[in-house]
């Protein structure tokens, strides 16, 4: 005799087919642009491209430590820590549901832009909320070509693209202070600064929101005859405070622009885009970061007038994306 049993109701509204698939793991959206500007988007997958769970080294890099030590002591002395560069590593899935052709063309314009030997591209994260955070970064392998049946197939791919990462903190983005000398004697927008006929002077506080130093870049509108940029900070490993001091020595009209540029590698000064302004540098000038927190900031403008204005432009820099 046959077993009866209750036949199970299915609502009407899930009757209409296979869910779609919900992502287990979802990731941010992650983008490549290659050193021309073109970019590749990973996270796309209505064309054909998704970020797959197990990326690795989105977040801190590893540190040299340089120690001492001294006989008859246990222990040593930590007198120095570096970050080091990274490598960053995305699986990322391929296809292409019209033709294999498609699925070719597609991979291949990847291949292209990711040739290392045009220098290095920028690597994008973009949170659900619209933050972003950038890293500079270059291809190192993962597309050599694997034709295994877990790998690839007819018109669908699987790499783990390796990507090497000279800074490794990640960049947020750009932050700007504007100061100007104006007829109620104050800087503005922030926090008032005094002025005089033949200068501007006053602190101001920038806090840096990044987890390590952020290197300024300062324009400075004439007429001036001489600027003082001076950062007043506390050593973290000694608890001392420290003065660092940026003076130009020179005359400029109206129609002048200084530029400082105070980041690593590219430490610039320069007049009107062109002339060399480091011999003009005082002795004592040191191209000083922000560091993270506040900083308080000293600006001197002798020479200045009310169309005189200093700008700071900055970009935090993370030790996470």
Not at 97 to 117: F, G, T, V
Request: net charge negative; with cysteine.
């Amino acid at each position: 005799m046959p077993i009866l049993v209750p036949s199970v109701y299915v609502p009407p509204e899930e009757q209409s087919g296979v869910p779609w698939p919900k992502l287990i793991n979802p990731m941010p959206q992650v983008s490549f642009t290659d050193p021309r500007g073109v970019t590749t988007v990973f996270s796309d997958w209505e064309n054909g491209w998704l970020l797959q769970p197990g990326a690795k080294g989105l977040d801190m890099p590893q540190y040299a430590f340089a120690t001492d030590e001294s006989p008859g002591i246990d222990g040593y002395e930590l007198r120095d820590v570096r970050a080091q560069g990274k490598e960053i590593i995305l699986p990322v899935a391929l296809w292409a549901n019209d033709s294999r052709q498609a699925y070719k063309e597609r991979r291949r314009r990847l291949i292209n832009s990711l040739n290392p030997k045009r220098g290095v591209g920028t690597l994008t994260l973009t949170e659900p909320d619209g933050a972003t955070r950038t890293i500079g970064a270059y291809y190192t392998g993962g597309l050599e070509g694997d034709e295994s049946l877990d790998a690839a197939g007819e018109r669908w791919c699987i790499n783990a693209l390796t990507f090497g990462v000279p800074s490794p903190f990640w960049i947020g983005g750009e932050v700007t202070h504007n100061w100007k000398a104006g007829s109620t004697e104050e800087f503005f927008p922030f926090l008032p600064l005094l002025v005089g006929d033949s200068q501007v002077l006053g602190e101001v506080v920038v806090t840096n929101p990044g987890d390590d130093f952020a290197y300024p870049v300062w324009t400075i509108k004439g007429p001036a005859t001489a600027v003082t940029l001076t950062n007043t900070r506390t050593d973290l490993t000694t608890g001392q405070q420290i003065v660092d001091e940026l003076t130009v020595n020179r005359t400029i009209s109206g129609t002048d622009t200084i530029v400082i540029d105070t980041r690593e590698r590219r430490q610039t000064a320069l007049l009107n885009g062109s002339v060399n302004l480091w011999p003009d540098l005082s002795d004592d000038s040191v191209m000083w970061p922000l560091e993270e927190g506040d900083n308080q900031l000293n600006l001197v403008v002798d020479g200045s007038t009310a169309t005189t204005s200093v700008s700071m432009t900055y970009q935090p820099r993370y030790l996470a994306s």
